[in-house]
């Protein structure tokens, strides 16, 4: 697939927008299990089937690791666990949609704290702008949830930040691959809980199983291969894709309806993401992941598609 996607950016485009669709399509299919499962049992799940899809692939030496090394990764598991956590608790108060383009806000933050140009103050503006239209603040407003959706954004910037740092202290994705078994495990007493309480029916298993699938295995897999292979520019704009995903897809698979004002905060987000995105010299022949320009990133970290 590397051959086929190389200097062609359409193709590169196209992988990393499959990749989205997989992504918020396990996120709605792992919703319906909400109901038995719960939030955060459907997390445990899912974060024990990306645990076992990163380890089959990375093999991680994880005996090798030094406590140099140990430090940045559990920092890493922690953020992946209250990341996903927060995200589907979120979901299931505000919806797809609106969880997804809250959360986005975090790593268009890192984004703007990495570049500091003067047209990012804009895109914060222009998204601050979009999420008050997306959720229209009133007295009957779900505040704890969109609050919740601020943290998953909050632990989504922490975890493009510290896998960074991670980056640069394991080979590899081993280090990815060693914090995702860190935050399954931590999950286990969270499952057993909702087991014990609950006593799911298989379905809710059989979906949770499919989120993990969709939400991590595909894109995980997807990524691997693409993200070296595109200009942080495309990159920036497939990653723009996500809030629109999730908001079509909670509408055709979930019922979620949203108004146009709310459709129209969710592009205003998504515009303020383009604003931060790299200019064409900065972009071009640059493959995601670099350091550009004095060691700063510009435009959304690759690390923030694996997730």
Known sequence: MRDWIQGRPGRGFAVIA??????????????????????LGVVAIRQMAAALVLCSVARPALRRFTAAQWKPVALLAFFFAAMNAALYTALDRVGLGTAVTIEFLGPL?????????????????????????????SPTTDFFGIGVALIAAGCWAGYILTNRVVGTRVPGVQGTAAATVLSSLGMIPVLVLVIGHAQPPWQAYLLACAAGLLATAVPYALD??????????????????????????????????????????????????????????????AAPGLRLRRGRRRGPAPEAAIR
């Open 224 to 285: 691997l291969v693409v993200l070296r292979q595109v200009s942080p520019l495309i990159f920036g704009v497939g990653m723009s894709l996500h809030p629109l995903f999730a908001a079509t897809i909670g509408m055709l698979l979930l019922s979620e309806q949203l108004p146009v004002i709310a459709w129209a905060g969710i592009v205003l987000v998504v515009l303020s993401n383009g604003l931060t995105l790299p200019g064409p010299r900065s972009a071009a022949g």
């Open 18 to 39: 499959t990749s989205a669709l997989s992504t918020q399509t396990g996120a709605a299919v792992g919703s319906l299990a909400f109901g038995t499962l719960g939030p």
């Open 109 to 137: 933050a890192v984004a703007v704290w990495s570049s500091r140009r003067g047209r990012d103050l804009l895109g914060v503006v222009v998204a601050l702008i979009g999420v008050i239209l997306l959720t229209r603040p």
